[in-house]
């Protein structure tokens, strides 16, 4: 297999095809069951990315039936990922190998289900070891104030961008949760904020502080009517277009600010979530109320942080590590001084 095949130039809008057996075809037949379960948009365009992205490997064999692939060739296309190198010379994320494994082993047991193919060759296919990966970094609240000033508040996208960075580091949210907030989402009074059709199409509550209310109630009476005077918009941070701000353009925006900061720190949005989980942590906060603002599923999702928030532990090393702790047959003094230091030089020799 060539492993200068370039994945992210596959297409990730299937159509149906000509032959009913091809995995293009099938592809499409898949996606449709998705979309009649209701899953997001968002994740049938990731796992037709994905397929797709099976599909090149496939072709490039050769094989273009879903009823030609057998187990052998999922194995090597999972050596294949785990042996490729992107553009930067990078290896793909044990977590990202993953996943693109995982949607094709949905694909075959779907085609098997439905009778579309005689057996599964993906059936018992071992994914690779689930790793604990740590996020490389966590804002304390001194690197957030700094953060927090590198916006210009005096004119109006710096009111906007400090009034998005307290919402985040305020609320934990992602930043497409951030993009789809609608003004009416905010409920000054109870100081809470309404996420909807999160992650998973699910509805939430979030606590968010008066801080953050302010410096948004700010941007709304100050900056927003200039940005989008129309009272039918409804979408509460807006563009210089008076649209909602691109997703991924949020991200390098917050990236840029971060970097402004000259904190020694890297970053984007997803850098303000985990800043809010571990703070709250180490604050005493019980994790499932973490759990719960995050919008996880999972407790095992949440309890990354927990590895993350070590203020405990620290104090904990501090308090009984023997390094720490009075001995009354050592001297305090790490050095030897005057007699002491002669007479253990003498016994040295």
Same mark, same amino acid.
């Given at each position: 297999?060539?492993?200068?095949?370039?994945?992210?130039?596959?297409?990730?809008?299937?159509?149906?095809?000509?032959?009913?057996?091809?995995?293009?075809?099938?592809?499409?037949?898949?996606?449709?069951?998705?979309?009649?379960?209701?899953?997001?948009?968002?994740?049938?365009?990731?796992?037709?990315?994905?397929?797709?992205?099976?599909?090149?490997?496939?072709?490039?064999?050769?094989?273009?039936?879903?009823?030609?692939?057998?187990?052998?060739?999922?194995?090597?296309?999972?050596?294949?990922?785990?042996?490729?190198?992107?553009?930067?010379?990078?290896?793909?994320?044990?977590?990202?190998?993953?996943?693109?494994?995982?949607?094709?082993?949905?694909?075959?047991?779907?085609?098997?289900?439905?009778?579309?193919?005689?057996?599964?060759?993906?059936?018992?296919?071992?994914?690779?070891?689930?790793?604990?990966?740590?996020?490389?970094?966590?804002?304390?609240?001194?690197?957030?104030?700094?953060?927090?000033?590198?916006?210009?508040?005096?004119?109006?996208?710096?009111?906007?961008?400090?009034?998005?960075?307290?919402?985040? $580091?305020?609320? /934990? *949210?992602? @930043?497409? &949760?951030?993009? =789809?907030? !609608?003004?009416?989402?905010?409920? $000054?009074?109870? /100081? *809470?904020? @309404?996420? &909807?059709?999160? =992650?998973? !199409?699910?509805?939430?509550?979030?606590?968010?502080?008066?801080?953050?209310?302010?410096?948004?109630? =700010?941007?709304?009476?100050?900056?927003?009517?200039?940005?989008?005077?129309?009272?039918?918009?409804?979408?509460?941070?807006?563009?210089?277009?008076?649209?909602?701000?691109?997703?991924?353009?949020?991200?390098?925006?917050?990236?840029?600010?971060?970097?402004?900061?000259?904190?020694?720190?890297?970053?984007?949005?997803?850098?303000?979530?985990?800043?809010?989980?571990?703070?709250?942590?180490?604050?005493?906060?019980?994790?499932?109320?973490?759990?719960?603002?995050?919008?996880?599923?999972?407790?095992?999702?949440?309890?990354?942080?927990?590895?993350?928030?070590?203020?405990?532990?620290?104090?904990?090393?501090?308090?009984?590590?023997?390094?720490?702790?009075?001995?009354?047959?050592?001297?305090?003094?790490?050095?030897?001084?005057?007699?002491?230091?002669?007479?253990?030089?003498?016994?040295?020799?």
């Amino acid at each position: 297999m060539n492993a200068s095949l370039n994945l992210k130039s596959a297409i990730v809008n299937p159509q149906s095809g000509d032959d009913p057996q091809s995995l293009l075809y099938l592809t499409g037949r898949y996606l449709e069951h998705l979309r009649v379960r209701n899953f997001s948009d968002q994740t049938l365009y990731g796992r037709a990315k994905y397929l797709r992205y099976f599909r090149v490997f496939c072709e490039q064999l050769g094989l273009t039936q879903a009823r030609q692939v057998t187990r052998a060739i999922i194995l090597n296309y999972q050596s294949y990922l785990f042996h490729y190198r992107k553009e930067d010379g990078l290896a793909l994320t044990i977590g990202t190998q993953k996943h693109w494994l995982a949607v094709v082993v949905s694909f075959f047991s779907f085609l098997t289900k439905e009778s579309l193919i005689l057996y599964n060759p993906a059936s018992d296919l071992e994914l690779p070891r689930k790793e604990l990966r740590l996020p490389k970094n966590v804002l304390s609240a001194q690197d957030v104030e700094a953060i927090m000033n590198v916006p210009d508040v005096q004119t109006p996208l710096g009111s906007r961008d400090r009034a998005i960075l307290e919402v985040f $580091y305020s609320t /934990g *949210i992602r @930043r497409q &949760e951030l993009c =789809k907030l !609608k003004r009416n989402d905010l409920d $000054y009074d109870r /100081g *809470i904020a @309404r996420i &909807e059709q999160g =992650k998973g !199409k699910k509805d939430r509550y979030v606590p968010i502080g008066e801080r953050a209310l302010k410096w948004v109630d =700010k941007y709304l009476v100050e900056v927003r009517p200039t940005l989008c005077p129309a009272l039918s918009e409804q979408t509460l941070f807006l563009n210089t277009l008076g649209q909602r701000i691109n997703v991924n353009r949020l991200g390098s925006h917050v990236h840029e600010i971060i970097a402004k900061a000259n904190i020694g720190k890297s970053g984007s949005c997803h850098l303000f979530r985990h800043t809010f989980a571990t703070l709250l942590l180490e604050n005493g906060c019980d994790i499932r109320y973490v759990q719960e603002m995050l919008g996880h599923s999972k407790l095992e999702t949440t309890e990354v942080y927990t590895h993350v928030s070590i203020r405990a532990l620290k104090e904990a090393h501090q308090k009984f590590h023997p390094a720490k702790l009075p001995q009354a047959s050592v001297s305090d003094s790490p050095v030897p001084v005057g007699d002491t230091a002669s007479a253990l030089v003498a016994s040295s020799l």
